[in-house]
């Protein structure tokens, strides 16, 4: 009995070390779908996959709770409504790949706003293997063959920065609850040029932790030793876009050689809204994502808004 207690210490000794201890990197990807809301949907943006890492920078800077910096590689993949044989020559919107990798720095106030800055470097085209990996995908399934990627945008190499900045609103009314902030962000670069602004709210199940600290925006990990954490929210996200240059629809901004293209919607109404959850090393996430609708199809006017989900999975490490 003697022994059984103290094995019974010893354990709960060892797990409160193991989840006590500074997490100060994060590893876990995050997967984009179609048919992550509907098996029927299956157009315009339609998968996407990104691997990251982040760690802890160091800070001096006393307006800052912590800095973060961040690596990614990723690939999205766009094609039209209609991809089956048939339907090879009517497109609402041209098939091609985006392939990139990614460096990155966060800056997260005390105030509990938020400063997130990055670059790319990638193509957009066949050097992007969009064709390869969907069609991979759609066998690996047992979903259906796609027709047309031959009609896909020539390449283009990216180079790409962004911005984003987030600042919560009414911080002298605090709720455990509930919060609200206003968020803002630009892409600049070869592929993607636009603004982005709107409102963030979370909707807590359990008290929300500090922005800091929340998976929100990815501040999970922490200098400082944390127990039992626990993070489950719903969050929503409405937004105005001005999409100024889209590769993927126009083709290369320093050629125009590629087979199909087509004039921007540059304004448009996005939503995003989704659930996150944390459970001590583990984040995970679902989003309902809604974009409006993105270019200009005179011959066919089929183009419209269209949906997709994400789930995301991370892990955080010593």
């Not at 961040?70 to 098939?95: K, L, W």
């Amino acid at each position: 009995m003697r022994n059984k207690k103290i094995f019974i210490a010893l354990f709960i000794l060892a797990s409160t070390l193991t989840f006590g201890q500074a997490k100060t990197a994060e590893i876990g990807f995050i997967t984009d779908n179609d048919l992550y809301t509907s098996s029927k949907n299956d157009m315009y943006y339609t998968n996407g996959l990104e691997l990251f890492y982040r760690f802890l920078s160091k800070n001096n800077n006393e307006k800052f709770n912590k800095k973060i910096t961040e690596f990614r590689i990723g690939q999205y993949i766009y094609n039209p409504r209609f991809i089956n044989a048939e339907a090879v020559t009517i497109n609402d919107r041209p098939f091609t790949g985006y392939l990139f990798a990614e460096a990155g720095r966060s800056f997260f106030y005390q105030s509990e706003s938020v400063l997130k800055t990055d670059f790319q470097l990638g193509f957009m085209g066949p050097n992007a293997l969009g064709k390869e990996t969907q069609e991979s995908f759609h066998h690996i399934i047992g979903y259906k063959e796609v027709f047309g990627w031959e009609n896909q945008l020539h390449n283009a190499f990216a180079v790409q920065a962004h911005v984003m900045y987030s600042k919560k609103m009414f911080p002298s009314k605090h709720n455990d609850f509930i919060d609200l902030h206003f968020q803002s962000e630009a892409n600049f670069g070869t592929i993607f040029t636009g603004i982005s602004t709107g409102f963030l709210t979370r909707i807590g199940f359990k008290k929300l932790l500090p922005i800091y600290d929340s998976n929100l925006h990815d501040a999970s990990i922490s200098f400082q030793p944390q127990y039992n954490i626990r993070e489950f929210y719903f969050y929503a996200m409405p937004s105005v876009n001005y999409q100024f240059y889209d590769a993927t629809i126009q083709g290369s901004m320093f050629s125009n050689t590629s087979p199909l293209t087509f004039d921007l919607e540059p304004l448009r109404f996005n939503a995003e809204f989704g659930l996150k959850y944390r459970h001590n090393n583990f984040n995970m996430s679902y989003s309902f994502i809604y974009r409006g609708r993105e270019l200009r199809d005179p011959e066919t006017n089929t183009n419209s808004g269209y949906f997709y989900g994400s789930i995301r999975f991370g892990y955080l490490l010593k």
